[in-house]
């Protein structure tokens, strides 16, 4: 289960990578790119949450990160779908979350 | 053959000055259709203040695109509204759409509005056996909903009929010219129509501020008369954007069906009538060929099926007039008509389906009730913050499973064509470049027009209307000119011009 959830943020952080490509160059994202990215990460969030209630030791650390940068993908998604303009920060931010999540996952796994 | 729609043929122009003022006012119209003047004149009747905002000319949106037939029946069926509420809320709607009708005659009579305004049968046609149960579960359901409805063997058509579904006292008219002479009657009594003003934004509080390029309305309460509300709301999830077309044809015969005629087919009726012109010329109308807005490629084709249609069963001399029009059918089957939720000020009227013109009026009339503050039987029936989730689920997944897929197609570095040198003239494609979706328009002249393709909306890629010459969102039916500016939707700003030089 674990492997799967590495698998899927790690295709999620590809897409991510270029949909960050995107919004720094202050361009239209695609939203087939987008819509794939987010249920992608989710599925991987979820799978996450049920090993982390199956199993002990959980990787508490990774699955906080991975909630926050699901929040702020969330909040960017909004932005985006409703015509605002995506902070860079933002954008920038929910990436280093998911980042550094995926980063605590991979060495919990090992 | 006129590529635009015998009532808009048929009608004198208008002449609203555009705004060019601050206006304080108690209610602001967004929309000068049958909804937007109607209610312009409800208001104004009872002592408001109101400034009706139409973007293009009164009428000049779905109102004049459409059939000019009243009826109290729908065109989603009685049957199947009550399987899916019940007895009493048929009944309602018989009712309500009845009392929108009587509402339509009594303002054309008070005003000696000259619109061809008559009351004539209608008439639910079936051509087979099979057609005909279904004729006979609406049968039931009318008399269930109150109404007079009768089954004949015989209609006035000259093609065979399994059986005919009739109810007397329904009414056609011409709503070009019922809408605007009833705006020139209103207009300076109270209410305040101005043209060519289209709102580029909207702040909703208290008060309530519309925005137009030269002057602003500040109102108590605003009412969005534009068939899809504008702006982004939650509703929109809820409504299924249709375009549907129309032909008007000359017989030969010279011998016109009377009244309204819905002919059953799978898996859409078409709707017969005929209309006869102020200078006497009559013309047989017949629409049909529904579809998702831009989603269907090559769409003049619907004309031809809808002409090889009329041409079996009519003995067609030629086609006069052709032109679509677009509704919005409601993920439970009844409009939204009323406020957004129990203490907004900003009023909605949509989900028509393709039955506008009556529940147009009686939007009007629901609306008007509500900012005056009289009890309307009919207002919680149509309540745009009713619950009823089972009732929604099916076309709710159905239409934003098909927007998500939508959404699925604007895949990077994909669009029609590669470069805008491939376009003919006449010919619109999406074109990316540098990394962005441009939507390409080459007209008779070969002139480039290049704006977004990216839906100003909710940011769907537009398609190429073939038969209209615009760009339509396929998600939730905001439609564009060639140049980027917005027709009809909930879409408010336009899409962004591109520059043409140095293209690829």
Known sequence: ?110 | MKKTSVWKDDAEASHYSPLQTDLNVDVAIIGGGITGITAGYLLAHAGKSVAVLEAQQIGGGTTGFSTGNLYAVVDERLYILQSKFDTDTIHDVAASRTAAIQQVENIIRGFSIDCDFHRTPFRLISETEDDTSTLQREYQACLEAGLEAYIDTMAPVPFYINAALRIDDQAQFNPMQYVKALATHIQGTGCAIFEHSKVVSIKEGSPNILYTENGSVTAENIIHATHSPKGIMAVHSLLGPYREYVLAAKLNSGDYPEGICWVLNKPHHYSIRTYTSKSGESYLLVLGEPHKVGQKEANEACFDSLEAYLRRRFDVKSVEYRWSAQHYKAADSLPYIGALHPKSSVYIATGFAADGLTYGTLAAMIISDLILGIKNPWSEVYAPHRHNPLKTAGRFIKENVNVFAQYLKDIPYHADVETVSSIVPGEGKTVEIEGEKFAAYRDESAELHLVSAVCTHMKCIVNWNEEAKSWDCPCHGSRFTVDGQVIEGPAIADLPKKETNNLP
Do not use: C
């Open chain 1, 1 to 110: 289960m674990i492997i799967t959830a590495i698998d899927l943020f790690a295709f999620a952080a590809l897409l991510g990578v270029f949909l960050l490509v995107f919004i720094l160059k202050n361009k239209e994202t695609p939203k087939a790119v987008t819509f794939i990215h987010g249920p992608v990460a989710a599925i991987g969030l979820i799978l996450l949450i049920i090993y982390s209630f199956q199993y002990r030791p959980a990787p508490i650390a990774s699955l906080a990160l991975f909630i926050i940068a699901a929040i702020g993908g969330a909040a960017i998604s909004v932005l985006d779908i409703t015509g605002k303009s995506i902070p860079k920060w933002l954008a920038l931010l929910h990436g280093s979350l998911a980042v550094a999540g995926f980063i605590f996952l991979v060495a919990f796994a090992l």
